[in-house]
């Protein structure tokens, strides 16, 4: 499904061949394109679409047009209209993000407004960018995605908003900073001179000197005064005494000047004009459709028949009336003209407009336009209409991209009105979902149980009753809550009708989530793999990806990582480049995957991808997952500063956001950190408090205990291999452990063994990085079993990548925990720290025993002590391998 684009939205309207040219203005447009904005800001009737329509036509540079409208305050609609005007520049702007748009959960606004920048960038042509009635626009939302362009724009692109109002941007730091061009209302009105020649040679008023200097200043040469004094003065025998009476301010020179006007208009004329203002764009068909056959009339003005005809001849008649197209199908009335015919026609016949408004609904439903058939409806208050239209026939509105309308109407709507209509409880509450107002969901949803109880069981009450289900599912997958996932879903799926294939499909795959939390990966499987089939089908891309990223989860779990980066590469082509911010987990499968096979650099990069773009999204804590990772990925790297930097920042936003189920992995990548720096302590701490088998026995290895921790790996793998719920990966990274705590222990021959299995557990995946992280003992028990000949070409590749780490660390010894074969050396004491730290500033051995009052003696035993623990010989050795340690 597809947001339908009014294509006339794109259409530069025309300059009037003989409109009055104003040099001093386009001089100062042309003048601005050497900044980054542009406003034209005046209230209505000041030219401001006249002036920079003709300036665009001439400016010599492509121009992008959008006239804005109240319905492009919500952010998928204003982005597909902003897409659609761009690819009038070039077809491939906003391509990555056009087609998810439609879907429930649209990216977020600012996610798209990257993706776009990103492929301006790319497009080096030279073009301006026109916002046209920008005052329309009130959502906060469409504020930030526009500052955000503004902020990161480049410089072959010009952005002009023409605005009644001061638009909500950082217009004062752009005034500072000389990249704002700004004409107000003082700007726009017309001279004397341009006054004069508007009245003379477009309006077809010639007057005297005296008179048009009056008239300029009883309207202070505002352009619409003008137009319409000029239009009543038609009917004027004394010209000069009209505009010496002529007074008031603008709003009342303007209601008198509108009913001078429209008295003097036969009676079809103003009939079609009354009952067609209730549209905001006008075509013959749809004026036929609403004024229902009113200009049938033989009254001369001049003479029509048929709506087409009509705004031909307002057109030509000077009337008000913009033409959209250069085919003259399409036209909307000046803003302000048609304001005041609507409230003629709410004084004069405020009983006609609910019926003309439900003419213009079924017109537009009968041409495929359903979001503005929905808006006719509301306005006509036909509650239940627009709920039928709301509900889609199967495919609601919320899912077709316009979840800010419906959620508007719904919130005006009364409680009773919505207990008679428990389907509109339910869309409320989906549309509140889609909005991130998660506190707001369940309280609709239990008024819609309730209204509910007075309703009769049937087929659409069911379905209803599951579509509650399915969106409490929903609410529990952010939560991370199994149990509670698979209780909704299955009784979604019970209750859905078989042909809601839109939440069934999403439904089905909250469950399969909620058997990946469990560890059933057999059933998550079969689950995504159902979503994944039937979102295809019904083009829910959405679901299509998130399906997709489940599967490819679960074959991550399985150890099957080729065919895991398959899938995760499917769903970045699905989420286009930039991705959509959903693709951060695709990301960080990826970055999991090439770390394993040792691409250290294609990790890195997947790495901060996923970050960034799960820093998009609200209410998850895959940026906690994507720090940590980067956390493992600089360890590797031998950065134990930056690791422990990077897991600051996830316990720091995990803490923050309340995301508990994140805390152990947070301390489990802590203990890495801590063993590094020999702070044991701390680390078994840690181990203790968090309940991590893994981690303990590494805390206990780190001591030497090895006895200690073969009592903790060796029941966990008796465990693991009863309960096939474990993840293949975690056994592996145990079964490796084991070994290497087998030959700290001197039991080399189970050590081989274990070594052994583990490799061909980790061969058909391609393992490298599982093994080289465990550091020296590992490269020793290699070499060992390389030795006994078994294995070879594994054994070869993994001691290949060992020994050219090692020879990069200049150690000669690969990174990682810094073990003997009696365990992990001694820390440092806090006096040694400190004798450490003024080493690193340079200060000599007799400059240290002065400034900490110590012997020279004592402190040289200290530095003994540093070099035998860090396993070292120099200061300098002690120094770079103490930060990079972090203990500097």
Known sequence: MTIPIVTTKLYIPPFRPNAVIRPRLIERLNDGLRRKLTVVSASAGYGKTTLVSGWAAGCGRPVAWLSLDEGDNDPARFLTGLFAALQMISRHNGDSVFAMLPSPQPPPIEAAINALLHEINANPETFILVLDDYHVIQAEPVHRALSLLLDHMPPHLHLVIATREEPRLPLPRLRVRDQ????????????????????????????????????????????????????????????????????????????????????????????????????????????????????????????SASGQDMLDDLERANLFIVRLDEERRWYRYHHLFAELLRKRLQHSSPQTIETLHI?????????????????????????????????????????????????????????????????????????????????????????????????????????????????????????????????????????????????????????????????????????????????????????????????????????????????????????????????????????????????????????????????????????????LFLAKLKLAQGDIRGAAGCIATADHFARSHSFVNQLPAIAAAQILVLLRQGNLTAAAHLAQKHELPISRARVHLAQGNTSAALAVLEPWLRKAEANRLVEERERLQALILLAVTLYAHNDAARAVQALRDAIFAATAGGFVRIFADEGVVMYRLLREAAGQGIMTDSLNKLLT?????????????????????????????????????????????????????????????????????????RRTEAVAYARQLGLL
Not at 184 to 194: C, G, N, P, S, V
Not at 253 to 269: H, I, K
Not at 384 to 402: C, I, K, S
Not at 829 to 851: F, H, K, M, P
């Open 359 to 627: 003419r213009a609904s079924i017109w537009y439903e009968n041409n495929g336009l359903a979001l503005e058939a929905f808006r006719h409806a509301a306005a006509a208050n036909d509650i239940g209409r627009a709920a039928r239209l709301v509900e889609g026939g199967g495919m609601p509105l919320l899912f077709r991209g316009a979840v800010a309308p419906v959620k508007d109407w719904l919130d005006a709507l009364p409680a009773k009105e919505l207990d008679a209509r428990p389907s509109l409880w339910v869309m409320y509450a989906s549309a509140l979902l889609m909005t991130g107002q998660m506190s707001g969901v369940e309280p609709k949803l239990l008024s819609a149980e309730k209204a509910l109880h007075y309703h009769v069981q049937d087929d659409k009450t069911r379905d209803l009753i599951g579509h509650i289900a399915s969106i409490r599912a929903t609410q529990a997958v952010s939560r991370h809550q199994a149990d509670t996932i698979l209780a909704e879903s299955r009784r979604a799926l019970d209750y859905l009708h078989p042909d809601n294939l839109p939440v069934r499909t999403a439904t089905t795959w909250s469950l399969g989530y909620a058997y990946q939390l469990q560890g059933d990966r057999a059933a998550a499987g079969k689950a995504y793999t159902e979503a994944l089939s039937a979102s295809r089908q019904i083009g829910h891309l959405i679901i299509t990806i998130m399906a997709s990223l489940g599967l490819g989860a679960v074959q991550e779990a399985e150890n099957r990582l080729d065919l895991a980066a398959e899938t995760y590469r499917n769903v970045l082509k699905l989420a286009g480049n930039p991705a959509f911010p959903a693709a951060c987990e695709a990301h960080l499968g990826l970055a999991r995957i090439t770390y394993e096979w040792n691409d250290l650099e294609a990790a890195a990069e997947h790495g901060r991808q996923s970050v960034m773009l799960a820093q998009q999204l609200e209410r998850t804590d895959r940026a906690v997952a994507g720090e």
């Open 801 to 873: 990548v060992m020994e050219a780490e090692g020879r990069s660390s200049g150690t000669g010894s690969p990174p990682g925990p810094i073990l003997s074969g009696k365990g992990l050396i001694e820390p440092l004491s806090e006096r040694e720290l400190e004798v450490l730290r003024l080493i690193a500033q340079g200060l000599s051995n007799a400059e240290i025993s002065e400034q900490l009052y110590l012997s020279l003696s004592t402190v040289k035993g200290h530095n003994r002590n540093i070099f035998d623990k860090l396993q070292v010989k």
């Open 180 to 303: 704002l061009t700004d004409l107000r209302a003082e700007d726009l009105r017309f001279t004397y001179a341009e006054a004069s020649e508007f009245l003379g040679g477009v309006m077809g008023q010639p007057l005297s000197s005296t008179d048009v200097a009056l008239l300029e200043s009883r309207t202070e040469g505002w352009i619409a005064g003008l137009q319409l004094a000029a239009l009543s003065m038609k009917e004027q025998s004394d010209v000069s005494g009209f505009i010496r009476s002529f007074t008031g301010n603008n709003r009342f020179v303007l209601d008198y000047l509108v009913e001078e006007v429209l008295q003097r208009l036969p009676e079809n004329v103003l009939t079609f004009l009354l009952h067609s203002s209730i549209l905001d764009r006008l075509c013959g068909p749809l004026c036929d459709a609403v004024v229902d056959g009113q200009v049938q009339s033989r009254q001369p003005f001049p003479l």
